[in-house]
């Protein structure tokens, strides 16, 4: 329901009710206004310095209430609860003692409700990791500061949610519990997490400790040795990174650009060339995109050799060499591209050499929507050729879209002039003759205002 405007006169009816007036408005909506009496008492809680008021409330909204949750169950579940978990969220950052079991609760709950959940959807999951993080927010946030007793628990209760059996896909972040944690619990936590067999692959504590070390060897043994692909390099380079190991990070990205053979992730590559900014070396930078570029001529890879040149002041001279590769590896992005310098025209022609419109109809319906401005005629046999194809296949979508291009074409073809605009009329027929044993495709047409 929309509020009232500052000056309508619900609003001012408001401002006229006094006291009295306003709680037996609100006891009415209470009592009749579905949901509204849940959120009021989720409101009186916050507000409350009773941390039992806020236990309810976590108890009502996120305890499980059935033996399993299918997908729609499971994201009901997550929709219902998502306005107390924010509400934790949000109270973490200025954390009592006292809410940090309140949190703990919360994250119990709604582990068991993923338990018995298909939670295909990620929604119950990011959830869990919402309450992870405001659970570590409010330790670090919590005044007084914990002590060491209250730490010494806390961190059993780590261990346990994490290794005590229930579970074994959340993973709580004992760096972002570090700030607010002594020496000794960090050590007790070191401990319990030494005594546990975690398996060949279970070795995220102990990465983690490694990063709270600062610890070169440690980051890369936890990560099972030197890497062996892009992909475990990009994962030690983040370790490193966040131990403030800045050359250490440089040195294994160019590593893993190496070892790199896909081009599909610019993250390592991203690293480097940030690294080269940064020392003033433009040069090295530029040269770092452009070899790159050269072992994936992807459009991605163009647009950030054609971004970090032009910062360096170079990108004419870059130019000619770069576009040459994109069109000869990546026609669609070479079109893209100049479509999007405003070069429509050299975009129309070097298409219409190299790119089948049936092969590549959203390109097309691109430079068609450029080429109608100035020759809209030569728009309609490429309208015609994707309209076919796209009624090819018997499906309610394809029939929407080839509804979308003959409202096109039909105002194309009215601009083209009155003999185009009597072809598409004969076309149109022929197109509506031809599916009419197509009764979904027929009401799309209708729909459309076509016939």
């Known amino acids: 329901m929309a509020s009232p405007t500052p000056l309508s006169p619900l609003h001012d009816w408001l401002g006229a009710l006094d006291e009295d007036d306003i709680r037996s408005l609100l006891d009415l909506a209470a009592r009749d206004v579905a949901g509204l009496a ?54 973490a950052a200025q954390a009592t003692l006292a809410l940090i079991p309140v949190i703990e609760r919360a994250i119990t709950l709604t582990t068991r409700a993923i338990l018995k959940s298909d939670d295909s959807s990620g929604l119950q999951g ?9 659970h570590a927010t409010a ?19 780590i261990v346990k949610y994490r290794y005590g059996g229930t579970q074994d896909f959340f993973d709580p972040d004992i760096v972002a519990y570090a700030p607010g944690l002594s020496a000794t619990s960090v050590a007790q936590y070191r401990k319990a997490i030494t005594g546990i067999d975690l398996g060949e692959y279970g070795g995220y504590p102990l990465r983690r400790l490694a ?26 380079v983040a370790d490193l990174e966040e131990a403030g190991l800045h050359e250490d990070a440089v040195a294994y990205a160019q590593m893993g ?52 040149a032009s910062h360096a002041g170079v990108w004419e001279d870059e130019r000619p060499d770069a576009e040459e590769k994109l069109s000869l590896n990546d026609p669609r992005g070479f079109v893209r591209y100049l479509l999007a310098e405003d070069r429509g025209d050299q975009a129309w022609d070097f298409a219409t050499a190299r790119i089948d419109p049936t092969e590549a109809a959203d390109v097309w319906l691109n430079l068609c929507k450029y080429r109608s401005a100035t020759r809209p005629a030569d728009t309609l046999p490429v309208y015609r050729a994707i309209l076919q194809q796209t009624l090819v296949v018997t499906d309610k979508r394809n029939y929407r879209s080839a509804a979308e291009i003959l409202k096109r074409m039909r105002h194309v073809a009215q601009s083209a002039g009155a003999d185009h605009e009597a072809e598409f009329t004969v076309f149109l027929s022929q197109v509506v003759e031809q599916n009419r044993r197509r009764p979904t495709c027929i009401a799309a047409f209708r729909k459309a205002k076509l016939i």
Request: charged share 30%; hydrophobic share 40%.
């Open 126 to 134: 990011d959830l869990v990791r919402t309450l992870l993080d405001a």
């Open 257 to 308: 650009v190496r070892l790199d053979s896909r081009g599909w992730d610019r993250t390592l590559i991203d690293l480097l060339v940030e690294d080269a900014v940064t020392r003033s070396a433009a040069d090295e930078a530029v040269t770092l995109r452009r070899s790159w570029f050269a072992r994936f001529t992807q459009s991605t890879a163009f647009d950030a050799l054609r971004e970090t």
């Open 211 to 236: 990063v709270l070390d600062r610890d070169r060897d440690a980051i890369v043994a936890a990560s099972r040795g030197e890497p062996t692909n892009a992909l475990v390099a990009k994962s030690l």
């Open 38 to 91: 849940d959120w009021l008492e989720t409101r009186r809680a916050a507000a409350s310095d009773d941390p039992g008021d806020l236990l309810a409330i976590v108890n009502r909204d996120l305890a499980p209430t059935r033996r399993f949750y299918d997908y729609y169950q499971a994201n009901h579940y997550a929709s219902n609860a998502y306005d107390t978990v924010q509400l934790l969220s949000d109270q």
């Open 139 to 157: 330790v670090r946030s919590a005044s007084p500061a914990l002590t060491q007793p209250e730490q010494t628990r806390l961190v059993k209760w």
